[in-house]
């Protein structure tokens, strides 16, 4: 089946009360993980590319390895720009073939963000994708940006409505306490999310579809199995799994995961050459972190996202 757009996701998501994972990809296995999970469970699924991804894998190696797994299923696939930075590297993407674009605008005054987004929304609506926009700034890591917690900003829902109108935008990314990265709280702080916002935005926009970014749940037997296995990594928290749930059925209808799919394939590196130290064929400790994409993604969707079975 051809890539797809995420509107009529979105529209089956809203009404179903679930959301449709955006998955980070840098290269073949993990696309490869996150669509035989799809394939699998019969859910439809974002494939999301951030800048570092392109430095990394090169924009032209990431859309063929997506195109070949949408030769290989039936399952919809919209191709993603995550955190697209400006007009040029949004228009890029187009002209290359993704469905859906990001414009992040969040870190720019009201006005400049609107009138960056409404740019991308003209040439990428020309051109038969969609976009994201963003309102409010996440804590963490994301690209080269970083964002210390206590500086980042909630979304103010007195603005979404406008943004929206003015921008023509077809869904909105909000902050309403998730981060990016897998440090997202500080040891001893309790995970939190708002959302007397998120209902507040979604009266504002009924039917609109809502993005969660820096949704990772920092599944804890990653962390653990990482330390086991010569690593060295901090207490990590992420947002818990019941309340990511809890915005699914209410009106996020995309949720981005990156950390957990980096946590999952790491340790099980990790262990495999623990367990199998002389080994050196890289097809032998990438076939189980393949394996253990395909695990984490299968348990967000049928878990945390609802959306098995929706394809
Ligand atoms: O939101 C950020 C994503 O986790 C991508 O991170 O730019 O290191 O690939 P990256
Ligand atoms: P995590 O770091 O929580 O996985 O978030 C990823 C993300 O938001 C990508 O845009
Ligand atoms: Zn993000």
Do not use: W
């Amino acid at each position: 089946m051809a890539l797809v757009t995420t509107k009529k996701m979105f529209e089956d998501a809203y009404k179903g009360g679930y959301a449709v994972g955006a998955f980070n990809v840098n290269n073949m296995e993990i696309i490869q993980g996150i669509v035989g999970a799809a394939k699998k469970l019969n859910a439809p699924v974002i494939l999301q590319c951030s800048k570092g991804a392109r430095d990394y894998a090169g924009l032209t190696y990431l859309v063929k390895l997506v195109e070949a797994a949408t030769a290989d299923t039936d399952v919809p696939i919209a191709l993603h720009l995550d955190h697209g930075p400006d007009f040029e590297t949004c228009k890029q993407c187009i002209d290359g073939g993704f469905t859906s674009v990001m414009i992040d605008g969040s870190s720019l005054p009201y006005e400049e963000n609107i009138a960056l987004t409404k740019k991308v929304v003209e040439y990428a609506h020309a051109h038969g994708c969609v976009v994201e926009g963003e309102l409010g700034t996440l804590a963490g890591v994301e690209d080269d940006v970083v964002v210390e917690s206590g500086n980042e900003s909630y979304t103010k829902p007195e603005q979404v409505e406008d943004f929206v109108k003015r921008t023509g935008v077809d869904s909105l990314a909000i902050a309403i306490g998730t981060s990016h990265g897998a440090f997202k709280f500080k040891p001893g702080q309790k995970p939190q999310l708002r959302f007397d916002i998120l209902e507040e935005v979604s009266k504002r926009l009924p039917g609109f579809p809502i993005v969660l970014h820096g949704a990772s749940s920092v599944m804890p037997e990653y962390v653990k199995m990482i330390n086991e296995f010569g690593g060295n990594m901090p207490d990590a928290i992420g947002i818990p799994e019941d309340m990511l749930r809890q915005a699914a059925s209410m009106a996020v209808c995309k949720i981005n995961v990156d950390s957990d799919l980096r946590l999952a394939l790491t340790a099980t590196i990790r262990k495999h050459f623990a367990e199998n130290p002389a080994h050196f064929d890289p097809r032998q400790y990438l076939k189980p972190a393949r394996q253990a994409i395909q695990d984490v993604v299968e348990h967000k969707m049928v878990e945390v996202l609802g959306c098995n079975g929706k394809a």
